[in-house]
């Protein structure tokens, strides 16, 4: 069974920036596309980032386009989000899954993930 575990999460202030590490605990992780969701307090949670399985292709949320970026290291089985220009809006719990279609592309629907980590709760203060 794979297994996700987030890293790099903290407190930073407004127009900084955070690196969120997903490493998986299989080599079967690099055959499928990995998502990056958030979840606010009291709020639902939300696509934020997804790539292909071979990195080939990336699609972000409206709200992050332009300040994060999704990339991956299929030789280490991990994927990141590169998070730059933090704003206070961005303070929620970030989680990685992975996408079940095998060899597929990116995708925004979480009900077509099936592993989970557990959630890196990120900080932003203005």
């Known amino acids: 069974q794979v297994q996700l575990v987030e890293s790099g999460g903290g407190l930073v202030q407004a127009g900084n920036s955070l690196r969120l590490s997903c490493a998986a605990s299989?080599?079967?992780?690099?055959?499928?596309?990995m998502g990056w969701f958030r979840q606010a307090p009291g709020k639902e949670r939300e696509f934020v980032a997804s790539?292909?399985?071979?990195?080939?292709?990336?699609y972000c949320a409206d709200s992050v386009k332009g300040r994060f970026t999704i990339s991956r290291d299929n030789a280490k089985n991990t994927v990141y989000l590169q998070m730059n220009r933090l704003k206070p809006e961005d303070t929620a719990v970030y989680y990685c899954?992975?996408?079940?279609?095998?060899?597929?592309?990116?995708?925004?629907?979480?009900?077509?993930?099936?592993?989970w980590g557990q959630g890196t709760q990120v900080t932003v203060s203005s």
């Open positions: 790539i292909s399985w071979n990195g080939g292709s990336t």
């Open positions: 899954a992975r996408r079940n279609l095998l060899y597929g592309i990116w995708g925004t629907d979480s009900s077509e993930y099936d592993y």
């Open positions: 299989e080599r079967s992780f690099s055959f499928y596309p």
